[in-house]
């Protein structure tokens, strides 16, 4: 096949089409590159007439062309370039729906031109810019910062900045800034390094150990053979792609599998990488409390061996007037989610007239 880099877009295009869906009209032509129906015409005919076997496409009139199962495409394609154009219903003609997909993230806001504006001229000559920027205060708050990158996670903008008062780096959202002012006026601003945006750590991130089918996330994902991936990335962007990919940071795989499908395995290397504060699950603490077990007066083997198949073997079981009870310091995400997988797990194994009587 060649390469389809030098070669006429139009014609790249009807190849994907006849390619990748089998169908292709004058239509799809139109609505893609802005062209006239006579002009689509030739270009179909044209590339027709290059194929060695032109008889693999067969014309049907109002329906426009359809390509054989055998059809064998003439260049190289990127398969994401025809999911975004039917993503996008750039090509739909055929297809008895309106759309495949919405592609704009449903919480994003749009952003102000005028807004915006100030923040980049202040990024690209390196000077400050006053932000009157969202926060829990009802007027938000204002700040004197000098941008210093910009990028997209999770559907969102951002801009990073070293806030000039408290002499520190920030990473801000630019749906938040309410408005935005050059301040011209200003004396010369020395930015130092920013450290967490100059420093790569190691990401590495496997299927997590809870999920029902990790053989299927690591095929998806083409996780090597010992299913750890290792991503070097900066620092200061780290918990933004952690977020952005759901993975379990916990440690101790805590979150829901289903809904974080890949579990961060080197967390006790990232210490002290301030991204990794918004990382799902990374802010898991300690937390306190004792079940008490009703119906049982005294432990026994048995209780015990019970416990500890439950998944409650950091569980401390202690005796005394004729209640039975277990001491919990579990970390956990919330202290709701603590009790709650430990009454889960109790409960499963037999366990069900629990009692939580202490918590800190």
Known sequence: MVDSANVCPRHVFIDQML???????????????????????????T??????????????????YWASEGYNPKFNHDPEVVLNLMTKSLVQHWVDRPNYGYDQPLTYRPLEAEVIAPITRALVIQEPVRLLYQTSGRNGLERIVVPV???????????????????????LKLTRVISSKLEHHMQPISVP????WTREVILSIGAHSNHPSKESIERDHGLPRDGIKNFSVIAGFAGYLLAEWRVDCSGAGLLDPIQYPFALVNRHELEGVDSLAIAPGYQATHHSFTIVISGVEKITSDLEETVYKSGCSDGVLSEKDGVVSLDFNRTHISFDQAIGSVLRQLSNSGLEQLKVIFQK
């Open 149 to 171: 990158a910009l990028f997209v996670a999770s559907g969102f903008r951002y801009v990073r900045v070293y806030e000039i008062d408290r002499q520190r780096f920030i990473t």
């Open 19 to 45: 390619y990748f869906t089998g169908r292709l009209s004058r239509s799809d032509l139109v609505a893609v590159f802005g062209v006239g129906v006579a002009t689509a015409s030739r270009d179909i005919a």
């Open 47 to 64: 590339f027709l007439g290059s194929l060695k076997d032109p008889s693999c496409v067969v014309s049907r009139g109002r329906e426009g």
């Open 193 to 196: 390094v920013d450290e967490e």
